[in-house]
């Protein structure tokens, strides 16, 4: 299974500090990297053998004039070669385009970064039916390079992200094995995984892993979270 923290716009750079020590001392028997995405303000190189630490955005450039955002040069000063992309929450409430989000990933593809890419589905969508379903997520695929070895894919339903609900195992096992269908790459669910849920949903054949909001902004809780999707 993977496991991935997304703050958000939470932690700062001193709780973000703290949060990586607690995380890393937990998880000295979990085998796999645990991957963690802090606000941009709290990158940072942490003394680490466990955490592989992500950016939540940046630009696709090297360096240069795009006043309030940041560049591979910014990301290579603490090593960071890991992103998320797609975000709904860019794409809904920033505006971000298919065409812009395709551009980014062949940007951060050509610079070999590890890339978390996510797609989704509003409730309205959700409800008309399979056919509109597979329509809408495919469409979030254009562009988009499949077939990229350092590929993760995390399906994460609008109607779910940070209200509390999370689809039901029927929906997430029938969504991810759409997805399987063209997807080769690890698939992840997101939208509202938490402790109280993550056996269940670990337990769906088709889903290798979770990217988690605000369930992982504790670390405690986040390795507990681990534990509980191995019992």
């Not at 939470?10 to 645990?34: G, I």
């Not at 894919?153 to 999370?166: D, F, L, Q, R």
């Amino acid at each position: 299974m993977i496991f991935a923290a997304n703050f958000k716009t939470n932690h700062t750079r001193a709780s973000t500090k703290e949060y990586m020590q607690k995380l890393e001392e937990l998880s000295q028997e979990v085998e796999n990297p645990l991957y963690v995405f802090p606000p941009l303000t709290a990158l940072d190189r942490f003394d680490s053998s466990k955490l592989v630490i992500g950016a939540q955005n940046a630009y696709p450039i090297q360096n240069g004039a795009v006043t309030g955002e940041v560049g591979v040069d910014q990301l290579a000063e603490f090593d960071i070669e890991t992103i998320l992309i797609g975000h709904s929450e860019r794409r809904e409430i920033l505006g971000e385009s298919q065409e812009e989000v395709a551009k980014k990933f062949a940007f951060f593809k050509e610079h070999g970064f590890t890339i978390i890419y996510c797609i989704g589905e509003p409730l309205e969508v959700r409800q008309s039916g399979e056919e509109a379903l597979k329509e809408y997520l495919f469409a979030q695929l254009d562009g988009i390079d499949l077939e990229y070895n350092k590929l993760i894919v995390a399906y994460e339903p609008i109607w779910a992200i940070g209200t509390g609900v999370s689809a039901t195992v029927e929906d997430i096992t029938s969504t991810h094995q759409l997805l399987k269908k063209v997807i080769k790459a690890p698939l992840l669910y997101g939208g509202s995984a938490k402790l109280a849920n993550i056996k269940e949903i670990a337990a769906i054949d088709e889903v290798d892993g979770v990217l988690v909001g605000s369930a992982s902004l504790d670390a405690t809780n986040f390795f507990e979270m681990i534990q509980a999707s191995k019992a």
